[in-house]
């Protein structure tokens, strides 16, 4: 039995969100985590592209890159929230 990639998905998404908010400081639920990561995902890998970024295998990168997006995300968000 196979796990459905949008579990995995959500489940890298939801822990890339909370090693953001970890880092940056902040609190949030399961919730903005996930949302945090998945949106930081998407910058992240555009970040990683532009730069010629690539750490270890996929699953390593795709977490790299998801945890620097959601670090960006939660800044960018913090200083337009001002």
Same mark, same amino acid.
């Given at each position: 039995? /196979?796990?459905?990639?949008?579990? =995995?998905?959500? $489940?890298? +998404?939801?822990?890339?969100?909370?090693?953001? /908010? $970890?880092?940056? +400081?902040? /609190?949030?639920?399961?919730?903005?985590? =996930?949302?945090?990561?998945?949106?930081?995902? !998407?910058?992240?890998?555009? =970040?990683?592209?532009?730069? +010629?970024?690539? @750490? %270890?295998?996929?699953? @390593?990168?795709?977490?790299?890159?998801? =945890?620097? %997006?959601?670090?960006? !995300?939660?800044?960018?968000?913090?200083?337009? /929230?001002?």
């Amino acid at each position: 039995m /196979s796990i459905p990639p949008i579990i =995995v998905t959500l $489940l890298l +998404g939801g822990i890339a969100g909370w090693l953001a /908010s $970890l880092i940056v +400081g902040g /609190s949030g639920g399961i919730i903005r985590n =996930v949302t945090v990561g998945l949106i930081g995902a !998407v910058v992240g890998h555009f =970040v990683f592209a532009q730069l +010629g970024l690539r @750490l %270890g295998g996929p699953i @390593l990168n795709s977490l790299a890159a998801a =945890v620097l %997006g959601g670090v960006l !995300v939660i800044v960018v968000g913090r200083f337009l /929230s001002r």
